[in-house]
């Protein structure tokens, strides 16, 4: 499995580093449970202090993911492209949270649920044209217990299966992954999970990757992306020949 997990401040683990946490969000919980599989995670972006295991040849090399803290659907799609051009075969997609933000500093785009969708939509369009042979999971996203967030993020939640619907139609690989069941109580600002949140979302997209039908998986495209750790190991190998 080549995965490769996108979205905002939810998905890099924003504060999951606090109170003895890691900093690795979900994202080490859900390789744990998928032990059993070869995982790769493909984006340009890190955060945590995880090792990724495939890298035999490396020490460490610190978890990739396409995340940005702080940003829109749109601003995701005008960034995620080379982390797309790394051809994952699973894409998990949790966007939208900033997008129904009241603040209009974050929610630069409007916080309005129906255009956020169609952002949403175009995002995901872009991730099959890039990336035609991966299965996309399209999160609707956890809930919040923020009063003035809130309205609009059920609205947006409620959107993101007719989203997804018209492009599975056409014979997309996309499904849309239920997180409004995720339990506000697990929340530690009203919008990001505590630590044992972040866990629990680890195991949530696992059970949907689960789910899977297993002749949508298909091997990834092309070579594994390589870290800069690995280049510079590379670089110091020829020098030493």
């Known amino acids: 499995l080549r995965i490769l997990p996108v979205g905002d401040s939810i998905t890099y683990g924003f504060l999951s580093d606090q109170d003895g946490g890691d900093g690795n969000g979900y994202r080490l919980q859900l390789r ?4 059993k599989d070869r995982v790769v995670f493909a984006g340009t972006e890190t955060s945590g202090n995880m090792t990724d295991g495939y890298y035999l040849i490396v020490s460490s090399s610190l978890h990739r993911q396409a995340a940005w803290n702080g940003k ?5 799609s005008d960034h995620v492209t080379p982390s ?6 699973i894409i998990l997609l949790h966007a939208g949270t900033n997008d129904m933000n009241p603040n209009g500093a974050i929610s630069r785009e409007g916080h309005d649920p129906v255009a956020a969708s169609e952002r949403l939509g175009s995002l995901v369009d872009k991730m099959t044209t890039l990336c ?3 299965v996309i999971l399209v ?7 923020n009063d003035e967030q809130a309205p609009q993020t059920k609205v947006f939640q409620s959107l993101i299966p007719n989203v997804v619907a018209p492009r599975l139609e056409s014979g997309k ?3 849309a992954v239920d997180f409004s069941t995720f339990p506000l109580d697990k929340l530690r600002d009203c919008i990001h999970p ?7 979302l680890g195991y949530y997209w696992y059970d949907f990757i689960a789910q899977i039908p297993r002749d949508w998986i298909t091997a990834p495209v092309g070579e594994d992306p390589q870290r800069p750790e690995e280049q510079n190991l590379a670089m110091r190998l020829e020098t030493d020949l």
């Open 32 to 35: 744990q449970h998928l032990s």
């Open 194 to 200: 505590t630590n044992e949140g972040y866990h629990l």
């Open 173 to 175: 690989h996309v499904l």
């Open 139 to 145: 999160a609707m996203i956890i809930g919040t217990c």
């Open 72 to 76: 829109t659907i749109q601003y995701i």
């Open 84 to 89: 797309l051009e790394q051809r994952p075969n």
């Open 132 to 134: 035609p042979d991966a």
